[in-house]
Structures are given as C-alpha cells and as structure tokens.
C-alpha cells in the first residue's frame, strides 16, 4: 500500500485526538505529506472504524494517487498549508475552549507563555465556509510564522515537521486557550505578557525538553 506507515499515522493521530476530548464526532482532519503527495484522513468516517486504506493520498496538485474514499473536506485548505509553508504534517480539530475563545478575540492574548510554543501570538483566521478555497487562504495567512491558528466559528488547526509534533501541539493550544477563558469568565483584568517577555519566552522554549539521546 502506497504511504502506508503515513495512512497509519493518521489513523493513529485521528484516534488521539479522540481519545484526549480534541474533536466531536467526525469533526477535524490529518494529513501527512511525503514529496509531492500527502496522505489525508477521508471525509465524515467514524474514527473508530477508520483503517489505514481509508486513508487517501493526493498528489500536491490536488489529483488523487490512491485510495477510493472521498478525502477531507478540507483537502484545499491542507494543499494551500503545504504549499506556503514547511509543514510535512498538519492536523485540524474543534475542541472546545480554542471553538470558544475564537468567537471573542481575533488574536489570542498572550496570558500564557505556552503561546510561544506555537510561535508566538496566535491569530484566528476570519470565518469562510468549512471546504472552500476562502477558507484555505485564511487559515494560510493566519499561520505566517507560526505552528497554529484558530478559525473563527470553526475550530483550530497546529502544523509540524511531524505529525506526531503537529498533534502535540493541539492540547498545548486548548490549555492555552482553555486558561485564557478561565481568568476572562473571573471578570477580573487578564495579566498580559509584553512582547519582550513573550520574544524571551520563545528564545527559552525552542530547546525546552531536549534531552540527550531523545528526538
Ligand atoms: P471532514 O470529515 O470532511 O474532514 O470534515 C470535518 C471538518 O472538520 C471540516 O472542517
């Protein structure tokens, strides 16, 4: 089978964010890129019962390669991602608090320095219909520079040179999000990092966890 660890990984990645509260139902989408194709998650299949041969790959050009399903319906906006940016993986979901926090704000404050792990402050791409190309060119340039983004109205999107880091990303940016709602709901003023703060935070996070014989 063509891509065949890459449409196991996400499958696995599909089943991750399940099982960490990530997604509703069928909602969110993975894909791994090789070359000049990608292996993506198939449209509105249960992940419980999603195999590795439902995973479909598609050439950068858009033209599917293998596999019968029908692909992601984000297909345009996961081809425009690859080919503005590195990402050799990319995985969208709707969890709650980065859903929710998206509806108030059109950049996530910086309350918490964790946003450095996604570059620095995160943007939310303005609304455009779930699918289409304006979707795609939105979430594009809200990811300029950085490892995730929100969509308005829909939910949030993390990239990576590895699936495994993309998917890592996602509950960074829920707890980040989640935290940012927790102080706003207290009514009280929210404490803000200056740009400093947050330029230093990125430069002490880039070797955080880097330990000797460890990817
Ligand atoms: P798919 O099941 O077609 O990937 O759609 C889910 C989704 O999240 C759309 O944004």
Known sequence: MLLEKERRDVVETCLFM????????TAGNVSIRVDDKIAISPSG???????????????MDGERV??????????????????ETAAKAITHNHAPASTALGLV???????????????????????AEFGTDELARNVTDALKGRSGALMKNH??????????????????????CEIHLRAMATGAPVALLSPE???????????????????
């Open 18 to 25: 399940q099982s960490n509260g990530l997604i509703v139902g």
């Open 155 to 176: 939910g949030a999107i993390t990239i990576g040179p590895t699936v495994k880091k993309a998917a890592g990303l996602l509950p960074i940016l829920e707890y980040v």
């Open 66 to 83: 293998d596999g019968v399903l029908e692909p992601s319906s984000e297909l345009p906006l996961h081809l425009s991602v690859y080919r």
């Open 197 to 215: 703060q947050m330029a230093d935070a990125k430069a002490a996070i880039a070797d955080y966890g880097r330990q000797p014989n460890k990817e």
């Open 105 to 127: 704000v059109d950049e996530i404050p910086p309350s918490h320095y964790y946003s450095a792990m996604l570059g620095g402050i995160i943007r939310v791409a303005p609304y």
């Open 45 to 59: 299949v249960p992940y419980e019962t999603m195999t590795a041969e439902d995973v479909v790959v598609f050439s």
